[in-house]
């Protein structure tokens, strides 16, 4: 089992970045996928990024492609998403998740272990 606790949203202009962390207890931390969604309101929870075991795999969502970056550094026990360039559409709350095994790495249901979230507000 793993928890997880999201860090660095806030509120910023469009143009301007922003990095979230996600720290995960447990030592079985490099063992899990992980992956960001994100919420908007009034909108499903959307997919944004994964990221493999060791980080070699990375994918991303079509609408972030080249402005996010999803890192993991398992000695810290800690997940990334670098975002830059931010847009008013990238508003939400962004949570990370963890799976022990993957069967479809951008679908919600696929992941067991969710953080509380952290807001992300972008404004125009």
């Known amino acids: 089992q793993v928890q997880l606790v999201e860090s660095g949203g806030g509120l910023v202009q469009a143009g301007d970045s922003l990095r979230l962390s996600c720290a995960a207890s447990g030592r079985t931390f490099s063992r899990y996928y992980l992956g960001w969604f994100r919420q908007a309101p009034g909108k499903e929870r959307e997919f944004v990024a994964f990221i493999g075991r060791s980080g070699g795999s990375t994918y991303y969502a079509d609408s972030v492609k080249g402005r996010f970056t999803i890192s993991r550094d398992n000695a810290k026990n800690t997940v990334y998403l670098q975002m830059n360039s931010l847009k008013p559409e990238d508003t939400g709350v962004y949570s990370c998740?963890?799976?022990?095994?993957?069967?479809?790495?951008?679908?919600?249901?696929?992941?067991?272990?969710w953080g509380q979230g952290t807001q992300v507000t972008v404004s125009s």
């Open positions: 998740a963890a799976t022990p095994t993957i069967v479809s790495f951008n679908t919600a249901a696929a992941y067991e272990y």
